[in-house]
């Protein structure tokens, strides 16, 4: 299963969370997708009203709902996307190859549930490409790519971290370190590559 999002196609994250949930069958059987995507929306935020408070205490993700809904009326967020990933019980790895981060939204890790791997393809448009996660696949992701624990704050404070985390990180990255780099300087460098 590959599901290309293509440049006409407005709110990728919404439509890859459509194909999660639903089956790329059904989304090829579509024949209005503006009002899917509309009833899809609509559906997404009257089961955030229901499950908001049990999904803040057995997940621990930090959010309003008010902002979350306005996410995700508007073009999804990935935080919104996060939220909905784990309201539906859905696994999801959200990959930035030209930055090499990443970041897990895991749900349900013990049952045989896939996890779909969905790829920028550029920084500046938003073509995505999803794909059901091979263990192969995840397996390098996770020994090549850093990852993300927090998409709200891709990194904790400067003083949360000694140089040797930061030369780390910036090995990670694949970034140059130059010579005599002051620690604040590592920092910024590295905060500037963690787009996702």
């Known amino acids: 299963m590959k599901f290309r999002t293509n440049l006409n196609q407005i709110d990728s994250l919404f439509w890859c969370l459509y194909v999660m949930k639903h089956g790329m069958f059904k989304y090829e059987q579509l024949t209005n997708h ?4 509309q009833d899809g929306k609509r559906d997404e935020v009257m089961r955030l009203r229901e499950g908001a408070k049990a999904l803040k205490q057995s997940t621990g993700i930090k959010f309003t709902l008010s902002a979350i809904e306005t996410d995700i009326m508007s073009i999804m967020t990935l935080r919104a996307f996060q939220v909905l990933v784990h309201l539906n019980s859905l696994n999801a790895v959200f990959v930035n190859p030209l930055n090499r981060v990443y970041v897990e939204f895991i749900s349900d890790a013990v049952s045989n549930k896939p996890i779909y791997l969905i790829k920028c393809v550029d920084n500046k448009t938003p073509r995505l490409v999803m794909t059901q996660a091979t263990d192969h696949e995840l397996t390098s992701l996770r020994a090549t790519h850093y990852r993300i ?3 709200q704050k891709p990194m904790k404070a400067v003083s949360a971290y000694t140089v ?3 030369t780390e ?14 620690k604040q300087e590592m920092y910024d460098a590295i905060l500037k590559k963690l787009l996702l």
């Open 34 to 37: 503006f009002t899917a995507h």
């Open 149 to 151: 624990e927090n998409v």
């Open 164 to 166: 040797a985390d930061l």
């Open 169 to 182: 990180i910036y090995q990670r990255l694949k970034l140059q370190i130059m010579p005599k780099m002051k």
